[in-house]
């Protein structure tokens, strides 16, 4: 089978590169993707590797790259990014790559602290002229402060000997003027009133426009205040109170004419500052434009050296050290595809020594490697995300690409939610290039975007569901008219409420062509009708889909040569299942065409059909069962004997399941411990059945005889014993639970339906019931809020909630009958792959 279906054969080789030709051959084979190298020193420390100082270097010039791209992000510049991936350049081209690095980031950080300083300048300049403008007014009022700090105080008489109180009283008062954080001022107040006891005088203005601080470039709201007291003590309380709450001081002259003089100072200054700090941003932009061109270029180049030489580490050096020496999983197909662009990558390093690429013989497990698409990739994911298969095991991926979105569809079956969610795939992946390009950091998104072609599958099936179960957003189409007729006069339709037509009669014995005759839109039985409808059709999916599970274990079986499993697991399984929950199915379809109105046996009419359900547990329990009137509990003539044959061979399997394995291992055991061992060498030495001749991807010999990791080789018997104990057990309490399991696609199917109705007939039908022109304003509101609730509720909600009872019907119910999960993937050395990881750590 192809690796579609398992995983790749993969071998063990030896690669032996030049020194001076091992970079250029590894950068080939990164862009190749398809080798898995594997570390040979993992006992030397990452600091000690030969080529540290190579990745040292690279993660400088990473360090100086994300400091560009930071700036360039900062000021809203666009980087170009052409999608192309440029070649890994060689390393001597490193060293021109540190040097234009290094002139960029000193170039810019340069450029930056002149910003900073001009900004710095700029807005100390600006608080001043702030603080000139708005202290204007409080000098004014300086008289009216000078009284009210010493009128109180002063002596009647004494004040009125002195009338030029008010000119030598306002010079005795001091003051301080600055600036402080708007949110950090009623704090301010409170410090200096409680510090200075009252004997300070505060105003303050807020200063309307915002200002840029210049460390980050945020904008900050402040205030002007200034400070009057009286004496040197005061001073410096109110100063360290200041520096305190970071308020920032500048010097405000007394005089009038001092500070109109020194605001047209500061004006001038400011104009300009505004020139340089243009023409300094000017420069800055240019150098960041510049850089923004080749910034997604310089990030690809360096990644991939650095991965180069991580990849280097991981190589020997021979006694030589001229050689270095690597070992590596490959696919075994793709082996000459390695082999020629090893050949490349020695005919660019101008090497004359070709690479040596040799195949080993080992006992280790492979890695899975299964080759997915665009298209398979989602649903490979969705395995892998339950476990990796083993090496070589079966795949579940291709069979889930049909049976995942049809079991989705059967709890989903909507015709017109269905085909929301088909367009929305569609859409998808119509615009798959252009929406890949955009790269956003978005979880929820990317995980929609990633399964697009899941969601427009089960978009697609669901619209098939809903048209069998002829439901569009809880209504019936009548695309090929009902097959069943109305046979009374009008008056009796019209007076009576409910009416019951007879299938004898009123039915023209025609099934409906496709899906569900319309008429059950209207009665008052639908639910009862489909209940039992769906209740059936999901056991019988849920049997079909678990015997076709063992039937895939199988083929695990007969690839691994384990006949052991084949005559002890398989074919006790199959029996089991066959027997009891099979035969189940086919009583559910023999009671469909046996029992009809239009039998004329009257113990095969509607009434006399017997319960599935009783009849599976009367059977299981071998209980005997009398006719009782005309009606037989039985279906056909000899139903009671074949059932308790059935059981009986069904019991049986059991211990044929706990039993069999064990017994037949302990045997071939004893066997081998009496024959004498005949150490029969080949040519080579090598002696034979160490090494399994057709192992050509080189997996261990258990695998290859005991399947998929199932080999006993080196197991107590007492474990293999528990071991199979385990699995009988839980194969048959688990054909019992995983069948019942299957009615979640009953339930599901029938709570999306009536969730269906309810949103239609208490909301969207009140709209549909008014008339007028205030009805189509009512309308046009109650159909957005209808619509609102079924995106937002039927699709999105529901379909995330049958999306994972899907999922855990494929990983439960479904794998565990033949998948074990217990290998690990393939991680090839791929630039492709290193660059999406680093693209979408560098987002985040």
Not at 29 to 40: A, C, H, S, T, W
Not at 96 to 123: G, H, I, M
Not at 131 to 150: A, C, G, H, N, P
């Amino acid at each position: 089978m192809g690796s579609l279906f398992r995983s790749e054969e993969m071998t063990l080789c030896q690669l032996f590169l030049q020194s001076e030709a091992a970079y250029a051959c590894v950068s080939e084979l990164g862009e190749l993707g398809l080798v898995q190298f594997r570390d040979l020193n993992p006992d030397v420390n990452a600091f000690q590797r030969k080529f540290v100082n190579e990745v040292r270097r690279c993660d400088e010039m990473e360090r100086k790259l994300r400091y560009l791209e930071k700036e360039i992000k900062k000021d809203g510049i666009p980087m170009l990014d052409t999608g192309e991936s440029p070649e890994a350049p060689q390393p001597r081209e490193m060293i021109d790559l540190e040097a234009t690095f290094e002139k960029l980031e000193n170039e810019l950080r340069e450029v930056n602290q002149n910003a900073e300083a001009l900004k710095r300048n700029f807005l100390e300049l600006t608080e001043l002229k702030h603080i000139l403008r708005k202290t204007q007014v409080f000098f004014d009022e300086s008289i009216y402060i000078s009284m009210l700090f010493f009128l109180p105080i002063l002596p009647k008489k004494r004040y009125e000997r002195f009338p030029d109180f008010n000119s030598n009283y306002s010079r005795q008062l001091s003051f301080v003027a600055g600036v402080i954080l708007r949110e950090r001022l009623p704090a301010f107040e409170r410090m200096l009133w409680r510090a200075c006891r009252g004997n300070v005088f505060l105003r303050q203005a807020v200063i309307d426009s915002a200002l840029e601080d210049p460390s980050n470039g945020d904008k900050v709201y402040k205030s002007v205040f200034i400070i009057f007291f009286q004496g040197d003590q005061l001073k410096t309380r109110v100063k360290k109170i200041c520096e305190g709450f970071r308020a920032t001081l500048y010097p405000c002259p007394e005089a009038p004419t001092d500070r109109r003089e020194m605001a047209m100072g500061v004006m001038t200054r400011i104009e300009d500052l505004n020139t340089v700090l243009g023409q300094t941003q000017d420069h800055r932009h240019r150098v960041l434009v510049a850089a923004a061109k080749n910034l997604k270029n310089w990030f690809v180049k360096v990644r991939k050296i650095k991965a180069i030489y991580h990849t280097l580490n991981l190589f020997n050096l021979d006694v030589t050290q001229k050689c270095l020496i690597a070992e590596c999983w490959v696919p075994l197909l793709d082996i000459e595809t390695i082999q020629i662009a090893l050949r490349r990558g020695t005919e660019r390093s101008g090497s004359s020594v070709p690479p040596i690429l040799n195949r080993m013989e080992t006992f280790e497990d492979p890695p899975t490697y299964n080759r997915t698409n665009k298209f398979t990739n989602a649903f490979q994911a969705l395995i892998n995300a339950y476990g990796v298969a083993s090496y070589r095991e079966m795949n579940p991926a291709p069979y889930t690409i049909i049976t995942f979105p049809f079991l989705f569809a059967v709890m989903f079956g909507d015709l017109g939610h269905g085909a929301i969610m088909a367009l929305f795939g569609l859409w998808m992946v119509l615009k798959e290039k252009p929406l890949a390009a955009k790269k956003t950091d978005n979880e929820i998104w990317n995980i929609f975007f990633g399964g697009r072609y899941i969601i427009f599958l089960m978009g697609v099936f669901s619209m098939y569901t809903g048209f069998v179960y002829n439901d569009i957003f809880s209504k019936s189409l009548n695309v090929f008219g009902s097959t069943w007729s109305i046979n009374y006069n009008t008056s009796t339709v019209m007076t009576n409420k409910a009416l019951q037509l007879d299938p004898a009669s009123d039915y023209d014995g025609t099934p409906y062509p496709i899906g569900l005759d319309p008429v059950w839109q209207v009665s008052d039985n639908k639910i009862i009708f489909l209940n039992a409808y769906k209740m059936k059709i999901s056991i019988i999916f849920g049997v079909v889909h678990m015997l076709f599970g063992v039937f895939v274990g199988l083929f695990n079986h007969r690839y691994f040569k384990n006949k052991l499993a084949i005559y002890c697991e398989f074919i006790p399984q199959v029996i089991f299942l066959v027997f009891l929950f099979s035969y189940m199915t086919i009583l559910m379809f023999i009671k469909w065409v046996k029992y009809s109105a239009t039998n004329e046996e009257p113990r095969f009419q509607p009434g006399c059909a017997p319960s599935i359900l009783i009849t599976f547990i009367n059977m299981v329990l071998f209980k005997s069962v009398e006719q009782t009137g005309e009606c037989s509990p039985f279906m056909f003539a000899g139903q009671q004997g074949l059932q308790k044959f059935l059981v009986i061979i069904a019991l049986i399997c059991v211990p044929w399941m706990l039993l069999a394995k064990p017994i037949m291992i302990m045997r071939s055991r004893k066997e081998a411990a009496h024959q004498p061992i005949a150490p029969y060498s080949n040519e080579n030495g090598d002696a034979e059945g160490a090494l399994n001749p057709n192992n050509a991807a080189g997996a261990p010999a258990a695998q290859q005889g005991g399947g998929a990791g199932h080999g006993h080789d080196n197991e107590e018997m007492s474990e293999i014993f528990i071991h199979q104990g385990i699995h009988t057990i839980e194969y048959v309490l688990g054909s019992v639970s995983h069948t019942a399991s299957y009615l979640r696609l009953w339930a599901l199917s029938l709570a999306h339906a009536q969730l269906a109705e309810v949103l239609w007939n208490m909301v969207l039908k009140n709209g549909l019931s008014q008339g007028g022109w205030i009805g189509g304003i009512a309308l046009w509101a109650i159909f957005g809020f209808w619509a609102v609730l079924t995106v937002g509720i039927l699709v999105l909600m529901e379909g995330l909630s049958a999306f994972l009872h899907t999922l855990r019907l494929h990983w439960v119910e479904f794998q565990s009958k033949f998948y074990s999960g217990l290998g690990y993937a393939f991680q090839p050395f791929s630039f492709e792959l290193m660059l999406e990881t680093s693209s979408s750590s560098t987002e985040e």
